[in-house]
């Protein structure tokens, strides 16, 4: 048996060795062609890279002798700016002149021109865009879309105002394009704007919308004031931060921001008192009077409500103020019973009524928080 297996193990090891060396031939010659095959392929990856590489050069080229031909001195470009009258030659650029022209254009508006180049230009910019913008809205990939309502918006091209509206309605519109529309209609002050706001669907950012806000002439801001309640809470919020942000101390912003604060909603009560702290100047007596309301009721309040609250008590300073502000330093929260022992030191006592709380108050973080502020205090009198 040992002999016979023997016998067949050299058999087979004999039938493979000779098959190995009857194809050696075939298999280099298998080998040499996957290898030729590849090196083919890699020089003409090589050859597109470098075709790729040299066209880019070459349209840099054309891109930058255009560019020094729209901005010579005698240009068709130069005289319409300076003098006006659109040139036969301006009208009848397309392909790589176009392109160029619409740079050329943005980056003199960049630079912040006299009022009548800036006319001239967003009329130039109708005429030789207007079309080719309309055609890529109507039937343009997203991404085209998205940069020419970017062109639209920086040549303030109000032509194309109604037409956006077409746009909104679509359902393949997309937030990027409808935020970007509204931020078109926000700064043109179209009167669209504020029913568009008025919707709730497609809800966009809180950033997108401060945006938005910030943008609105003013006829359209005091409109969306007015309309206040028919608003999205998103936008109300928005609008509460926006009063702040623009500095509106105007009658009916004022008013707005007390009747929050009045009200019953912690989030638009917190945000009215931060921005009536901001365009409340000189009326000092009425965020005073608010903010007696609260120290009546107050202690219940939201976390981020009782901070916004103990800071302006060290803002408006009343007597009245100081029993609720050692109230506070006893708070859950540290950092409101931090608050609440700063806004307390600016007080004309606030050094006395310390001491008292480091000693009597019932509340050991109270104590705590009270020898801190004091010990803070005495640091900063040696350091002046």
């Known amino acids: 048996m040992i002999g016979q297996l023997w016998m067949d193990i050299k058999l087979i090891g004999s039938h493979h060795a000779g098959w190995l060396a009857g194809n050696t031939d075939w ?11 590849v090196l083919f392929l890699l020089l003409v ?10 066209n880019s050069r070459r349209r840099e080229k054309v891109k930058t002798a255009l560019v020094q031909q729209l901005l010579a001195e005698g240009s068709d470009v130069q005289r319409y700016l300076n003098h006006g009258g659109i040139s036969v030659e301006l009208l009848s650029m397309s392909g790589n002149q176009k392109i160029v022209l619409q740079q050329v254009l943005l980056q003199r508006l960049a630079q912040g021109p006299a009022e009548h180049e800036i006319l001239r230009i967003r009329l130039l910019s109708w005429q030789v865009f207007g079309g080719s913008y309309r055609s890529v809205l109507k039937t343009g990939k997203w991404s085209q879309r998205v940069n020419t309502l970017l062109y639209i918006e920086q040549f303030h091209m109000v032509e194309f105002l109604p037409s956006l509206e077409n746009m909104l309605r679509v359902s393949s519109c997309t937030l990027l394009e409808r935020f970007i529309i509204l931020r078109i209609y926000a700064r043109n002050g179209y009167f669209r704007i504020v029913k568009e706001l008025m919707r709730e669907q497609n ?21 969306l004031k007015d309309h206040f309640k028919d608003v999205p809470y998103q936008v109300q919020s928005t609008i509460v931060h926006a009063i702040r942000i623009r500095d509106d101390q105007t009658d ?3 008013a707005l921001l007390e009747k929050l604060i009045l009200g019953n909603d912690a989030q638009l009560r917190t945000c009215s008192y931060q921005a009536l702290a901001q365009v409340g100047r000189g009326r000092e007596d009425m965020l005073e009077g608010l903010l007696l309301v609260w120290n009546e009721s ?32 006893g708070d859950p929260s540290f950092q409101i019973r931090q608050e609440a022992a700063n806004s307390l030191s600016r007080y004309e006592q606030g050094l006395e009524e310390l001491r008292e709380t480091a000693v009597n108050h019932p509340d050991r973080y109270a104590r705590q928080i009270a020898e801190e ?12």
Not at 27 to 37: G, R, Y
Not at 45 to 54: A, D, N, Q, V
Not at 204 to 215: E, G, K, R
């Open 27 to 37: 298999l280099v010659h298998v080998v040499s062609l996957i290898c030729a095959s």
């Open 45 to 54: 990856i090589y050859g597109y890279i470098l075709w790729l590489k040299y």
């Open 252 to 254: 009916g912003a004022v």
């Open 203 to 223: 809800v966009l950012s809180d950033s997108q919308y401060l945006q938005i806000l910030l943008l609105l002439a003013e006829s359209s801001w005091t409109r």
């Open 373 to 384: 502020t004091l010990e803070r205090m005495q640091y900063g009198r040696k350091m002046d």
């Open 298 to 329: 107050g202690e219940e309040r939201q976390r981020s409500e009782r901070l916004t609250v103990t800071q302006l008590m060290g803002t408006v300073h009343a007597d009245a103020f100081i029993p609720r502000l050692k109230v506070m330093m």
